[in-house]
């Protein structure tokens, strides 16, 4: 997908941006799905943010993915997130 830039004020474009994922498993869960296939479901959502951005002209994208809390997941689940 390419963005229309016509309304961006490019001037206005930040250097970097911090993203902080939360809520896949919730959209897997509300669907009945897994709470892997949320976590697939972001993958790509991820990937749409970042070229977007790259096609604003962020420099510096970070992605906060995984917290202390998420320790406490399922030992299924934090494996697939480590392999992720």
Request: hydrophobic share 45%; proline share 2%.
């Amino acid at each position: 997908m390419t963005l229309d830039l016509s309304q961006v004020d490019l001037d206005r474009v930040p250097a970097h941006v911090g993203l902080i994922l939360d809520g896949n498993g919730r959209w897997a869960n509300q669907r009945g799905l897994p709470r892997t296939a949320g976590h697939l479901a972001g993958e790509q959502a991820l990937f749409d943010t970042v070229e977007g951005a790259l096609e604003l002209g962020v420099e510096w994208v970070t992605a906060f993915t995984f917290s202390t809390e998420n320790w406490t997941r399922s030992a299924d689940e934090v494996e697939f997130l480590m392999w992720f």
